[in-house]
């Protein structure tokens, strides 16, 4: 399943976040309009293991810790944090603006059928989601 940055913002319970049209894979990008946006999105999965990849601008972080990270949760599991921040020239960093994004994975296991959450925190003004992809892998 992908669900684009649009999708993203269109949720009323998505708050702090400001939609960036035109721009990123899918034609559009969310990204904080405060310290942290805060992203919360239903869907309808069925129980087993997931890996939900997060497509970014390939941006940099402009902190001096070098972090482009947000927090994920699916469901009331504990948040799983993720950095997508690569060095300049770095071959992650030359692998990102080839391909139009960078990215994160992280694993989710769903306990039972049906509705799911997925919670995201953005951690960093300069982070631009352009989509979500969740693929099940058992």
């Not at 293991?49 to 009331?76: D, G, H, R, W």
């Not at 994160?104 to 982070?127: A, R």
Request: aromatic share 8%.
């Amino acid at each position: 399943k992908i669900i684009t940055a649009a999708d993203l913002y269109k949720n009323t319970n998505t708050t702090g976040a400001r939609l960036l049209p035109g721009i990123g894979i899918s034609g559009a990008g969310i990204t904080s309009n405060e310290f942290a946006a805060r992203i919360f999105y239903e869907l309808n999965l069925t129980a087993g293991s997931y890996e939900i990849v997060v497509k970014c601008l390939p941006t940099f972080a402009m902190e001096k810790e070098k972090q482009l990270t947000y927090n994920i949760a699916l469901n009331n599991e504990t948040a799983k944090s993720v950095n997508v921040h690569a060095e300049a020239e770095s071959a992650i960093w030359k692998e990102n603006v080839l391909q139009g994004f960078s990215q994160g994975t992280s694993q989710h296991v769903v306990d039972k059928d049906g509705s799911s959450i997925i919670k995201m925190v953005l951690k960093n003004k300069n982070l631009v989601i352009s989509q979500i992809e969740i693929y099940k892998t058992r």
